[in-house]
């Protein structure tokens, strides 16, 4: 297919670069505009001091999506990933022994011998209820336009209904439906941190999740860090002869009837175009650029947002060999956090909290014989939390929980600090009160219920990113590529 129209996209996260990858082969003419000085959106890096850091994601799942991709476009794998075994340690305040957190079912078992009876048997169990789950609704539901709400209803109509249970259920109360132990249930329940939620607030339906990373595929690590799929992704749209503008951030827009004009810039500049693509939030474009009541501000704070995150990132003068590559430190007030999270900033003195020790394998990250440590918080974002004086605070005391867990007090060997709150990721990236992964995956804010990647009033205007379809995660921006595609596409023919 040969198409000459001019495609301009707004912004450069994941989903934006798939899809102007995906038309730019196609011979759509594709420029980018993005806020931030780089490419990548919440995907990004930065390097001090000799030390690179993945700001944002630091593994991936379903690389058949990427995969997928690669192959509808016709051109080869553009970066390097492997797989992690294991898929990250699990740290229990007061408890010296960690986790180590496999998709071998039976190195896992042994874990748990005298914790959680009948381990294995209960969990393969649970895993084939997650994978009927992943089976019945991913084609269904996830990887499909919807075109009304009706039609919507419609392709839900096709999911076995036997799974109509667990939409009455929470994530937390589906694993304590298959487990006994804190332990079990606390591991087991993690994943669904990874939708910006708590698993006392994320719907059953998305223990799916759960055979993603322990059956379907695992995680991965990209050679190189993260930022590698940005940069290799950068480098084909270059080669397919795309712009780039950085900097460059959109206020306004024009317009004639049904069909938006042109986007204008902070500088006043006019971004004209035959299409537009918004990379930015779904939600919040529409209210503070176009102008759209349904979301106004006031209707904004009355939407389900994810939890904020508070990152930080330490550079440090030795190697720690006691921290693996992907870790997880959960304190003794797992439900009482997880439950209050969003909206009681007071329990943070206890955190929970994820270390990413990126220079484990990929030594050019790092100063020989250092370490790059990335640290994630979940915290409440600006809706519920409002005053971040006390950010350094909070990440001193993570950093002495930290070297506590380990037996190594890190404070006097860190060379760098640099730290990303709600509020530099609302200023940075635009996202709505430093909500880390835009809109929740609430039942009414999924599938048909989420903003459209198609805009109401401007023909040729389209949405692809974490708060359109089908949601958050790398991977999910990659299908909500293919489905933005396909919007753009069917409008042109």
Known sequence: MKNNKQVLIVGTGLGGLSTGLRLA???????????????????????????????????????????EMMNDCGIEMPFKFVELDPLYTVNFKGNPNK????????????QFEGIESNFKEKFNKYLKKCEEIYNDTIDIVIKQNFNSIPDYVRSLMNVNPKHLNILLKSFWQQVNKYFES??????????????????????????????IEFTRTGYYNVENGMYTIVESLVDKLKELNCDFHYSTEIIDYESNRDKLTGLIDKHGKVW?????????????????????????????????????????????????????????????????????????????????????AISKHNSNCAPENCEALFFVCPVPNLIYKTDWSDKDDIIDSI???????????????????????????????????????????????????????????????FYVGASTVPGAGLPMSVISSKLAEERVNNYCQ
């Open 25 to 67: 082969k196609q011979g759509y003419h594709v420029k980018f505009v993005e806020k931030y000085h780089k490419a990548g959106g919440r995907l990004n890096q930065i390097s001090k001091d000799g030390f690179t850091f993945d700001i944002g994601p630091s593994f991936f799942s379903m690389p058949y999506e990427f995969e």
């Open 99 to 110: 986790f180590y957190i496999h998709k071998d079912i039976d190195k896992m078992a042994e």
């Open 182 to 211: 804190k332990e079990a249930r606390q591991i087991i329940s993690l994943i669904a941190f990874f939708l910006g939620r708590t698993p006392f607030d994320t719907n059953a339906v998305y223990t799916l999740l759960s055979h």
């Open 272 to 356: 004209t175009s035959d299409i537009f693509v918004i990379n930015a939030d779904a939600a919040l474009f529409r209210g503070s650029v176009l102008n759209r009541t349904k979301y106004n501000d006031k209707n904004l704070s009355k939407m389900n947002w994810t939890m904020g995150y508070l990152c930080f990132y330490l550079g440090i003068d030795t190697k720690l060999e006691q921290v693996e590559h992907h870790n997880y430190f959960l304190g003794d007030n797992y439900e009482d956090y997880s439950k209050h999270i969003m909206k009681n900033p007071g329990i943070l003195e206890k955190p929970y909290y994820y270390v990413n």
């Open 399 to 461: 950093i002495e929980d930290f070297s506590s867990r380990i037996n190594f007090k890190i404070k006097d060997h860190i060379i760098t600090r640099l730290s990303f709150g709600p509020k530099e990721w609302r200023d940075n990236f635009n996202l709505y009160q430093g909500s880390g992964l835009g809109l929740s995956h609430h039942m009414l804010q999924i599938g048909a219920l989420r903003p459209r990647n198609y805009d109401e009033k401007f023909k040729n205007c």
